[in-house]
């Protein structure tokens, strides 16, 4: 939701431009302040600056994003197993990427491709079993588990069209590494042999789409050691999103997911399914995290009218939690887990905005929520891992430190 | 640069009195805010503060003044070298110090007793060597390099006239501790022998000036261990500043020194000579620190009048900066590394103002660059080393941490 300020705009951020009385509403009523996900300048991911709005400190518990996002995906993930995010791609006859994407295949395309693949068999002397799933799209999980793997593999995205795929190696001399690198290098090459000849990919190019031939990986990943958040808050948390990144992380950290008609983690996701659940989810739970992705997928797109449409359907949505909650009894923060730029594309290090309203906070004289005019508001400059404590204290779920 | 308000200027900052329409215009057309260089009142020295500008945590990575003061100067610090901090000196035959700064001996005559000095010889069984070189009037460094050394050694400086000089000792138990203690005795005793029958003292005594008879030392310190900015963010940097600390400092980070004509870490240094090297040398590098001492060197000496004058110099110097260099593609950030005030002639612990300006920074209401007006500005308050990774961002040298 957050940006930097845009020529196009006027020197206004889309959140500036955008028509948004529930968001100004909260603004109003509560306590106005801009936060660092992580730290000023740092750029986060969506999995680390999620960790960090929950109260964990990212910078000592990350273990890699694959594992959040298989587990988000519904794929469980064990102590010890690895995890690795996949992407169906295309790539030419000499492995030079074409399409980091395979042009957005469809999910049914994606699902008829990935049921295949799943079908592979890795050498016996592997001593290893693995699992993919397809999740949004081109993306993927895949899980290998094993008696004794590694995180410390290499990727096999290069992240870079024009590029021919990376070589997997070991990334340490550990025996561990690298088996993992000898499994994870096997299901390449067998995927793309899968791949290649597949039926699906055959109507594709009858379809004038781009093949999908080959899965690359990244990102490594296990399971963090982290307290969940009953545990630390004696809480229950429920998490309301579609993005499977974020459902991971919010299952780490011991949260239930709430599965949400509709709600797909894209710009088309349906804004009102999510706010009647939320209301609903908050009857039984002490915090409901509601996560909206669309936002940041039309900033990767640089798409700026989009992302103004689309900040203005959350403010819809939550002019219907507003509506549907009572706030004398029940605290409402609104915020985002990064800055993307909508010019750069990319997350950036800037801080975002923050309210919180709800009984006795501290309001301050803020009238409209954006960028700016949160930055003059009463909690001035906080960091992510800062917010869960100040909330789970407004709920009085914190303990005295000392006495 | 900062200061805090003096009754002397109706309760004013030099800052806030100085006619400054460059500065001004910086925050005007960028994001001001307050920074503390280390922590919310803690007084920095030189040296701490400038490596959290560079990104560096100052409480972890610190490791004494010596070795930043001797790179500053051209003597070459390796790994495991201790390094120290040295005045010429005047003690009377009891060894009380009658001078700590030999009346601030001319460069010339320093330079002579410095050639006697490093002409001296240690004892075989010391297996270690030894450079001494004077920088600016009284001031010297010395590096001491062997097999194994410590910075546990105390000082010979007790830093007050009329105190017998102090006895080297051993800080901990460790042999290198011990053998570094006896070295350095060694040197300093010898240094002694050498300056008492030295021409030159007998030459001063004619010219009625204080004898520099005395070698004292301060402040063992070892070359840190710490990233350059290039490994940290895949850019070439420069300083260009004269202060031998600062330039040590900015050596030990890995960045290029560039010496200007003129430029001389005093009151006196040539601003616009420095003004134009850094305008060159935007055109080679991705990052520039443009230093200036002066303002520092007023405020230890209480002088309001020449405090603000050097501000409105500083002024000047940034206005040709601004003038020539591209804005829609460069960014320029300028504060303080410390607050010194003029009525105590102190560093002190109050934050020291920021403003950033460039391309899509989100500009605030501040129009004038003060301690005051930019503590209300957008920024809000941040830490020193949260500074670079701020400024990496917008340059787009930062990495995204987590996806």
């Known amino acids: 939701m957050a940006d930097r300020p845009l020529k196009e705009l006027d020197w206004k951020t889309?959140?500036?431009?955008?028509?948004?009385?529930?968001l100004n509403q909260i603004a109003k009523t509560g306590i106005c302040g801009i936060m660092d996900?992580?730290?000023?300048?740092?750029?986060?991911?969506?999995?680390?600056?999620?960790?960090?709005?929950?109260?964990y400190d990212a910078l000592k518990?990350?273990?890699?994003?694959?594992?959040?996002?298989?587990?988000?995906?519904?794929?469980?993930?064990?102590?010890?197993?690895?995890?690795?995010?996949?992407?169906?791609?295309?790539?030419?006859?000499?492995?030079?990427?074409?399409?980091?994407?395979?042009?957005?295949?469809?999910?049914?395309?994606?699902?008829?491709?990935?049921?295949?693949?799943?079908?592979?068999?890795?050498?016996?002397?592997s001593n290893a079993v693995f699992f993919f799933k397809n999740t949004i799209q081109h993306r993927a999980v895949l899980v290998i588990r094993g008696?004794?793997?590694?995180?410390?593999?290499?990727?096999?995205?290069?992240?870079?069209?024009?590029?021919?795929?990376?070589?997997?190696?070991?990334?340490?001399?550990?025996?561990e590494a690298r088996v993992t690198g000898e499994i994870l290098k096997e299901l390449m090459q067998k995927f793309h042999q899968v791949l290649k000849q597949h039926?699906?990919?055959?109507?594709?190019?009858?379809?004038g789409l781009p093949r999908a031939n080959i899965i690359l990986c990244r990102g490594a990943g296990t399971i963090p050691k982290i307290k969940s958040l009953s545990q630390i808050y004696d809480?229950?948390?429920?998490?309301?999103?579609a993005a499977p990144l974020i459902r991971g992380v919010c299952k780490a950290a011991g949260m239930k997911l709430i599965d949400v008609k509709g709600a797909t983690g894209t710009p088309q996701t349906d804004f009102m399914a999510k706010a009647k659940a939320t209301v609903q989810a908050l009857k039984t739970n002490d915090f409901?995290?509601?996560?909206?992705?669309?936002?940041?997928?039309?900033?990767?797109?640089?798409?700026?009218?989009?992302?103004?449409?689309?900040?203005?359907?959350?403010?819809?949505?939550?002019?219907y939690v507003l509506n549907n909650i009572n706030l004398n009894e029940t605290y409402l923060a609104v915020t985002a887990d990064h800055t993307t730029s909508s010019v750069t594309r990319n997350h950036e290090g800037d801080p975002v905005p923050i309210a919180i309203t709800g009984p006795y906070v501290r309001r301050d004289d803020i009238e409209e929520y954006d960028e700016r005019e949160c930055a003059k508001g009463g909690l001035n400059r906080i960091r992510?891992?800062?917010?869960?404590?100040?909330?789970?204290?407004?709920?009085?779920?914190?303990?005295?430190?000392?006495?």
Chains 1, 2 share one sequence.
């Open 14 to 22: 889309p959140l500036e431009a955008a028509r948004k009385p529930s």
């Open 37 to 55: 996900p992580i730290s000023p300048g740092l750029p986060p991911g969506s999995d680390t600056a999620t960790l960090a709005l929950l109260g």
């Open 61 to 125: 518990v990350y273990s890699g994003r694959g594992a959040f996002e298989a587990v988000g995906s519904g794929v469980d993930v064990l102590p010890g197993d690895v995890a690795f995010r996949c992407n169906f791609a295309t790539v030419d006859n000499n492995l030079v990427i074409l399409d980091r994407r395979a042009g957005r295949i469809s999910n049914e395309d994606a699902s008829k491709l990935a049921e295949s693949l799943q079908k592979i068999k890795l050498k016996k002397s």
């Open 147 to 175: 008696a004794k793997l590694s995180t410390a593999v290499s990727d096999s995205d290069p992240e870079k069209v024009g590029e021919k795929i990376s070589e997997i190696k070991p990334l340490d001399e550990s025996p």
């Open 199 to 207: 039926p699906v990919n055959k109507e594709r190019v009858r379809r």
């Open 235 to 241: 809480t229950n948390a429920a998490c309301i999103g």
């Open 288 to 319: 409901v995290l509601l996560h909206v992705k669309a936002t940041d997928v039309a900033s990767h797109d640089g798409n700026i009218k989009q992302k103004i449409e689309l900040i203005e359907k959350i403010d819809s949505m939550l002019g």
């Open 384 to 403: 992510g891992m800062d917010l869960m404590p100040t909330l789970m204290n407004l709920i009085g779920e914190t303990k005295e430190f000392g006495a």
